[in-house]
Nanobody
Framework: QVQLVESGGGLVQAGGSLRLSCVGS????????MGWYRQAPGKQRELVAS???????NYVDSVKGRFTVSRDNAKKTVYLEMSNLKPEDTAVYFC?????????????WGRGTQVTVSS
């Protein structure tokens, strides 16, 4: 069974930094796109950043220049480096990945990690 587990969330002051990690485990044969979504209270889940198997990245405009997504294929891990954090970055952050197990490609999600930025 494939699982994604996030870590690295927490409470930080505005202007601070955090690094999120998401590790895949289980019957993983191959991983294509990996990335991060976030959901703030009362808001829809939004894509924050993604990275393809060829290391092409994509960011929502509000985090460009402040967040960096990267991956370590050997460790089956995706990272999100967040700097100059703002109160509006407060949300639950979820990692996701398109993963092939022994049968098919499927989309998997982590359970989320809370990021709270105080002003």
């Amino acid at each position: 069974q494939v699982q994604l587990v996030e870590s690295g969330g927490g409470l930080v002051q505005a202007g601070g930094s955090l690094r999120l990690s998401c590790v895949g485990s289980g019957s993983i044969v191959s991983i294509n796109v990996m990335g991060w979504y976030r959901q703030a209270p009362g808001k829809q889940r939004e894509l924050v950043a993604s990275i393809t198997g060829g290391d092409e990245t994509n960011y929502v405009d509000s985090v460009k220049g402040r967040f960096t997504v990267s991956r370590d294929n050997a460790k089956k891990t995706v990272y999100l480096e967040m700097s100059n954090l703002k109160p509006e970055d407060t949300a639950v952050y979820f990692c996701y990945a398109n993963i092939r197990d022994w049968q098919r490609w499927s989309e998997y999600w982590g359970r989320g990690t809370q990021v709270t930025v105080s002003s």
